[in-house]
């Protein structure tokens, strides 16, 4: 039995799989990517739905249902950023995030 | 039990690193992390391959445990800080086993690892040696567990907490969002439990919210009776690790239960009752 835990920088996507609807992205901070930080993926009304630590490369990956989704990020140093995306089945929406 | 019984702070933790009688543990699923860097004097605990039967589908038993906490230089007097990723999640779980088992001194770094690094706070890559202990654990309490009888004979009758998010309460989820939603079981909820994400129970930065914030959670806004007993479930009992100790450690509620085998379990068995759709 797998835990709930997610691995840093989100699960793979399987190849060829197109029965998801993929939020992914990645972080950045003047320029350099941000390997220690929190990607969040909040619901209507800011509801938290899944966390994801980021991977080495400042990378995420949530896997979503159709909707509206707000991916929150925080990093040390208090920063933070906030982007709403739209994910659909068979779909992978990138985002690309600055703190 | 009150919170300063089983929860410090991360000035606790940094001014108690390499105290006698002190063991700081990293518990996670991702073992990975710890290898990256954990808290200066951490032993790492994974909590598949350590905790988990590697056969049956249960935790490890009395000996197993003792074996493992013997190994890893614990003794049973010591206190024991637990903290991991995921909000506490996996050190939650490894602290209801601690309790299962007996321990009598064991806490929470609240907030866990997440706020260790939000504060950027000194990590390292070595590795703490310590003499093997002989433990000594108890016999199960059976007082903190719930199974699958015991959960169907409750519906109706017990508050049931699930504390997955409100996709997956409702069946529109088989899993938390950042897994890929492939499982097979049936989807839904116990009937008659209470929806409360484990999530309300914290802050963004990781640390559990206030006792007075959780209490207006639990019993004013999702209606839980403080005179029943309880019962805690989510996909496989470590998000419900956290509720429970919530309710049990926290707001000392006396009789509360972590069903752990929880949705995968009872999404699983033939004949009973799944109720879908949204908390009401």
Same mark, same amino acid.
């Given at each position: 039995?797998?835990?709930?835990?997610?691995?840093?920088?989100?699960?793979?996507?399987?190849?060829?799989?197109?029965?998801?609807?993929?939020?992914? *992205?990645?972080?950045?901070?003047?320029? &350099? $990517?941000? /390997?220690?930080?929190?990607?969040? =993926?909040?619901?209507? #009304?800011?509801?938290?739905?899944?966390?994801?630590?980021?991977?080495?490369? *400042?990378?995420?990956?949530?896997?979503? &249902? $159709?909707? /509206?989704?707000?991916?929150?990020? =925080?990093?040390?140093? #208090?920063?933070?950023?906030?982007?709403?995306?739209?994910?659909?089945?068979?779909?992978?929406?990138?985002?690309?995030?600055?703190? | 039990?009150?919170?300063?019984?089983?929860?410090?702070?991360?000035?606790?933790?940094?001014?108690?690193?390499?105290?006698?009688?002190?063991?700081?543990?990293?518990?996670?699923?991702?073992?990975?992390?710890?290898?990256?860097?954990?808290?200066?004097?951490?032993?790492?605990?994974?909590?598949?391959?350590?905790?988990?039967?590697?056969?049956?589908?249960?935790?490890?038993?009395?000996?197993?445990?003792?074996?493992?906490?013997?190994?890893?230089?614990?003794?049973?007097?010591?206190?024991?800080?637990?903290?991991?990723?995921?909000?506490?999640?996996?050190?939650?779980?490894?602290?209801?086993?601690?309790?299962?088992?007996?321990?009598?001194?064991?806490?929470?770094?609240?907030?866990?690892?997440?706020?260790?690094?939000?504060?950027?706070?000194?990590?390292?890559?070595?590795?703490?040696?310590?003499?093997?202990?002989?433990?000594?654990?108890?016999?199960?309490?059976?007082?903190?567990?719930?199974?699958?009888?015991?959960?169907?004979?409750?519906?109706?009758?017990?508050?049931?907490?699930?504390?997955?998010?409100?996709?997956?309460?409702?069946?529109?989820?088989?899993?938390?969002?950042?897994?890929?939603?492939?499982?097979?079981?049936?989807?839904?909820?116990?009937?008659?439990?209470?929806?409360?994400?484990?999530?309300?129970?914290?802050?963004?930065?990781?640390?559990?919210?206030?006792?007075?914030?959780?209490?207006?959670?639990?019993?004013?806004?999702?209606?839980?009776?403080?005179?029943?007993?309880?019962?805690?479930?989510?996909?496989?009992?470590?998000?419900?690790?956290?509720?429970?100790?919530?309710?049990?450690?926290?707001?000392?509620?006396?009789?509360?239960?972590?069903?752990?085998?929880?949705?995968?379990?009872?999404?699983?068995?033939?004949?009973?009752?799944?109720?879908?759709?949204?908390?009401?």
């Amino acid at each position: 039995m797998s835990g709930c835990g997610a691995p840093a920088g989100g699960f793979e996507q399987k190849p060829g799989d197109t029965s998801q609807a993929v939020v992914e *992205g990645t972080v950045s901070h003047g320029g &350099a $990517p941000v /390997s220690t930080g929190y990607a969040r =993926l909040l619901g209507t #009304g800011d509801e938290f739905v899944a966390e994801v630590p980021l991977g080495s490369d *400042g990378e995420f990956r949530f896997f979503a &249902a $159709p909707g /509206s989704w707000t991916v929150r990020v =925080l990093a040390p140093g #208090g920063l933070s950023a906030e982007h709403v995306v739209t994910a659909d089945y068979g779909q992978v929406t990138k985002v690309t995030v600055t703190v | 039990m009150s919170r300063s019984d089983v929860l410090v702070d991360a000035d606790w933790v940094e001014s108690h690193i390499g105290t006698p009688g002190v063991a700081i543990v990293e518990v996670d699923e991702d073992a990975s992390a710890y290898d990256k860097g954990h808290i200066p004097s951490a032993l790492k605990v994974d909590w598949k391959k350590d905790l988990q039967d590697p056969v049956r589908r249960d935790f490890v038993d009395k000996t197993g445990f003792e074996n493992l906490l013997s190994g890893l230089g614990i003794s049973n007097d010591d206190t024991v800080v637990l903290y991991g990723g995921n909000n506490n999640w996996f050190a939650a779980y490894a602290y209801w086993y601690f309790r299962l088992y007996g321990h009598s001194d064991v806490k929470l770094l609240d907030g866990g690892r997440k706020k260790w690094e939000l504060d950027s706070r000194e990590l390292t890559t070595d590795v703490p040696r310590r003499d093997r202990t002989s433990y000594v654990a108890s016999e199960q309490d059976a007082a903190l567990r719930a199974l699958r009888d015991e959960v169907i004979a409750a519906i109706g009758k017990r508050n049931l907490v699930d504390v997955r998010s409100p996709d997956e309460f409702a069946g529109r989820l088989l899993a938390p969002a950042h897994l890929p939603q492939e499982q097979a079981q049936r989807a839904g909820h116990i009937p008659t439990a209470r929806n409360v994400p484990w999530s309300k129970a914290a802050n963004e930065d990781g640390t559990f919210r206030s006792d007075d914030e959780l209490r207006q959670l639990y019993q004013d806004e999702a209606g839980l009776d403080f005179g029943k007993d309880t019962i805690a479930y989510c996909r496989i009992g470590e998000r419900s690790a956290h509720t429970w100790f919530v309710l049990h450690e926290l707001l000392d509620q006396p009789n509360v239960k972590n069903y752990d085998g929880s949705w995968t379990e009872y999404g699983s068995l033939v004949g009973v009752p799944i109720e879908l759709g949204e908390a009401r």
